[in-house]
């Protein structure tokens, strides 16, 4: 149209007079530039002191949401009567074998105890009391088949704990091999043995860490993951004040781990929630410092294509960096402290203010190649794009600010440090952006715009010409992502915004794939240890409920029966043997000896040409038999120089399961005062109320599974509490603040907006590619698989807060008078066009973070700020277009 686009005839009043007040202001700032600048850089100095010493960090994750909320007040009521619930660090030992395991639990243990400035506390929950009392806690007829075993094998341990050198395994496996031949037992009973002896040999051969694990050899069989790993709860002495909460004790409790895995058979790793926090905060710190950093750079390169004067982008990225520094400051003054959501201001405040300086220097270069004077060229670009650069910071700062109000304090703390950072930022493009260009003008190289408009010669046509077309599809395509609404939804699970790679999050994900211990555990309390057992009965009926354990279940039942079977063991198990009938140590050389007279049996039982066979069809045991006879005769060929090692390998953990089953066979029955005080202080509190720990049945990475046990079991204990409930209550809240959020930011941009132009017209051509690319974005993320989550979810708020500039900036040049068929072609455009992609460059940085709650948020706005960018250069001019022809149409009728 050859009409111009001045949609509403011309500029409302307040928004000229606005204009004018920064022209006039600008020509101020221009006569005084020296001296603004050296103003700015005073109060710079002192910004940098005051956040030096007044930022702080706030570690603690729990105070993400208002304490005021009626759940975190029954927590806090839960963490008085059960202190040494909180905040425990997780030491999980896998083993080799179960008794490597218990080894070095106790082992961390010990040194915990011992290291009162870093610990308050530990907890074994397999202690030397339940490995004593194991048999009563067996079903009966698991502890009767052990009773058998133990029967077949307790000569065998007899003669062990007479002689538990090499040589007296040896001469042992010599005489049940010829056992074996008269039938008098079977292969099968000693594969087990025989199999661990093979791979002693074999280890030691291939230089590999080996114990052989005597209570699977007892047992009969191998012992599963769950049966080798130990469990150690440690309360560590915590400064929450710190960037790294728990700093010293982590490193500490990874110096004792590494000691212990050098030494072999052992691995051990650190989980909970203090673990989890602690390596949430270091990877979002760093990589808060790394995006930051990287957002600057690439900010950078961009601001020197778009603009190709070196003059305006060293204006620019001083100004970004002191509205950075300022911004710290406010932050200082009025949060006081960053959390792990709120450290990531600084790329979010970088990307936005990146724009402001970007309209700015692009509209004045525009004029300044007219051939205006520097002071008419910057006191008119304040008063042409002043006012929509303010329109689109205080809209921007409305979508921050939206937050504020909610119980999401950890984006609350967000939403204010931004808001104030966007404020910041228009003061700094009012007043430092005209100081510095004014100062350094006639410094540096410049090329004028003229590179600016060739990188965006190519912006589509299609939407003057064909604004019809344009806008029916733009009317499709809302209509086909608004279907895919319903699937957009919020993951609640807070692993899955952590980092996958972590030591914690990889611990406690293979603890859940294992059947181990759920991190989702809840707990009641019950004024005693009565109703503690009702509850729990009441609660084991709930098929969303796996268990439900007081500390009554911890007393086994059956006691009577199970001690008759254990009295029965005791009775044909040896006693100990005196220190007389100890042998005295066999030399190496008798130990060699041992060893061949043990090989020369082994070799006549599987020679195939001999009579003297094992009986029967043991082909299992004879294939073990062999294996180990050619491993033996390798070693004793080579020299048999390392019988010590072997010895070592073989029989060092023998002592603690001969004492083990000795005392396992002479244990009293289990009573209430009997329970371990570690124990029974984690499941009665010290006024006497009972704990009830409530275990799910489902796949809690099924947010649906999760709010069904929530809900199911709050339905008979309303006051539970623990990280299911939590993350519950907490997924609710941040839904609830989105929604308000949202609401707020759309209602505060519509009124500002028509409040400064006073046209609604104008006011929904803002708003509806702005409607679109939001419908986009969440078809994107469904289609993208990016759900909501607890650190993207002010993604969408942002967005409209973001998304609006653009078309603000476009919107507002139109009614200076551009044609529509010419806003493409304009300062306003190429601004618009290069102002989204440093907020792109920005918040892209994000999204490369291993850190999957950061890499959410910037591909959900690097993706949301792209379609704005797409539906603003694309769909806003075909709607202008067409609202120009349909008053040509009404004028010429």
């Known amino acids: 149209m050859a009409e111009s686009s001045n949609l509403e005839g011309r500029e409302g009043r307040l928004e000229a007079l606005l204009g004018r007040l920064l022209a006039r202001g600008c020509a101020a700032v221009v006569r005084r530039a020296t001296a603004v600048c050296i103003a700015v850089a005073v109060l710079s100095v002192a910004a940098g002191v005051y956040t030096a010493r007044n930022l702080g960090v706030n570690a603690d994750l729990e105070t993400l949401f208002s304490a005021e909320l009626p759940y975190m007040v029954l927590e806090r009521e839960f963490a008085k009567r059960f202190p040494v619930l909180d905040r425990n660090i997780l030491v999980v030992v896998d083993g080799d074998s179960s008794e490597q395991a218990g080894q070095a639990a106790r082992e961390i243990a010990r040194r915990a105890l011992g290291a009162e400035s870093l610990f308050h506390g530990v907890f074994l929950p397999r202690d030397a009391f339940f490995e004593e009392h194991a048999f009563l806690y067996m079903d009966t007829d698991e502890l009767e088949g052990l009773s058998d075993r133990l029967a077949r094998v307790q000569p065998y341990l007899a003669a062990l704990a007479k002689d538990g050198s090499l040589r007296g395994l040896c001469d042992l496996l010599a005489r049940a091999l010829l056992a074996a031949e008269q039938g008098e037992i079977s292969g099968a009973e000693l594969e087990p043995i025989f199999k661990r002896f093979d791979q002693a040999l074999r280890a030691l051969e291939e230089g590999r860490h080996y114990r052989v694990s005597w209570a699977e050899v007892v047992a009969g069989h191998d012992l599963d993951v769950d049966q080798r790993r130990r469990f150690v709860l440690v309360e560590p002495v915590l400064e929450l004040d710190q960037w790294v909460a728990g700093e010293k004790v982590m490193k500490t409790l990874h110096a004792w781990a590494d000691e212990l895995e050098a030494a072999g058979g052992v691995r051990v790793r650190l989980s909970g929630n203090t673990a989890l926090n602690y390596e949430e905060m270091g990877l979002a710190s760093r990589q808060s410092k790394l995006a930051g950093l990287a957002s600057f750079v690439v900010v950078s390169v961009l601001l020197v294509f778009a603009m190709r004067s070196y003059r305006l982008v060293l204006s620019t990225v001083v100004m970004i960096l002191a509205s950075l520094l300022w911004t710290a400051a406010a932050a200082a003054l009025t949060v006081g402290s960053l959390n792990v959501i709120s450290m990531a201001f600084a790329v979010i405040v970088l990307g936005l203010n990146a724009d402001a300086g970007i309209h700015v220097c692009m509209r004045y270069q525009e004029l300044a190649a007219e051939g205006r004077s520097h002071l008419d060229a910057m006191c008119e670009t304040m008063r042409s794009v002043g006012t929509s650069i303010l329109l689109c910071g205080v809209t921007t700062a409305v979508g921050f600010y939206a937050f504020a109000p909610t119980d999401f304090a950890g984006v609350a703390e967000l939403g204010i440090i931004a808001g104030n950072g966007i404020v910041i930022g228009l003061l700094s493009c009012f007043i430092l952006l005209p100081a510095l260009i004014t100062a350094l003008r006639g410094r540096g190289h410049s090329l004028g715009d003229r590179a600016g408009a060739a990188a965006l010669s190519a ?435």
């Open 459 to 893: 912006l589509p046509k299609l939407s003057t010409r064909y604004p019809r077309t344009v806008a029916i599809s733009a009317l499709l395509s809302g209509l086909a992502a608004a279907t895919l609404l319903p699937h957009f939804y919020f993951d609640q699970n807070p692993l899955h915004v952590r980092d996958p790679n972590a030591e914690s999050v990889q611990v406690l994900e293979e603890i859940m794939a294992d059947g181990g211990a759920s991190p989702w555990d809840l707990s009641a309390y019950t004024p005693d240890l009565d109703s503690a057992g009702r509850l729990a009965e009441r609660l084991r009926e709930l098929p969303e409920v796996a268990s439900a354990t007081s500390v009554l279940d911890y007393i086994p039942k059956r006691q009577e029966e199970k001690l008759s079977i254990i009295e029965d063991v005791a009775m044909f198990m040896a006693p100990p043997p005196s220190k007389d009938a100890i042998p005295a140590k066999p030399s190496r050389e008798q130990q060699l000896q041992s060893l061949q007279r043990f090989e020369h049996v082994l070799a006549r039982i599987i020679d195939p040409g001999q009579e003297l066979r094992v009986s029967g069809t043991e082909q299992s045991f004879l294939a073990t038999a062999r294996a180990l006879h050619q491993d033996l005769l390798r070693f004793l060929n080579d020299g048999g120089g390392r019988v010590e090692e072997l010895e070592q390998s073989l029989l060092s953990l023998l002592p603690e399961q001969l004492d083990l089953l000795e005392k396992a066979v002479s244990i009293g029955p289990v009573t209430f005062d009997s329970l371990p005080e570690a124990l029974v202080e984690r499941m009665v509190s010290k006024s006497g109320e009972a704990r009830v720990r409530i275990s799910p049945s489902g796949d809690m990475n099924d947010n649906q599974a999760l709010s069904r046990f929530v809900d199911a079991v709050r339905k008979i204990a309303p006051d539970v509490t623990g990280s299911a409930v939590r993350i519950n209550i907490h997924a609710h809240e941040a839904v609830t603040a989105f929604k308000q959020a949202l609401g707020g930011a759309i209602v505060a941009i519509v009124v500002i907006v028509f409040l400064i132009w006073r046209t609604i017209g104008d006011t929904l051509l803002v708003l509806a590619p702005l409607t679109l690319a939001s419908l986009l974005t969440v078809a994107g993320a469904v289609l993208l698989d990016i759900p909501l989550n607890f650190a993207d979810i002010i993604v969408l708020p942002l967005l409209l807060g973001i998304g609006v500039d653009s078309g603000i900036h476009l919107v507002h040049r139109a009614r200076q008078g551009v044609d529509s068929r010419d806003l493409l072609a304009t300062s306003t455009a190429r601004a618009v066009l290069f102002s989204s992609l440093t907020t792109i460059a920005s918040f892209g940085t994000l999204g490369f973070a291993s850190h999957r709650g950061m890499a959410s948020i910037g591909r959900l706005l690097t993706l949301g700020v792209g379609l704005a960018l797409l539906c603003n250069l694309l769909i806003l001019p075909a709607l202008i277009e067409l609202r120009a022809r349909y008053r040509e149409r009404s004028a010429n009728s």
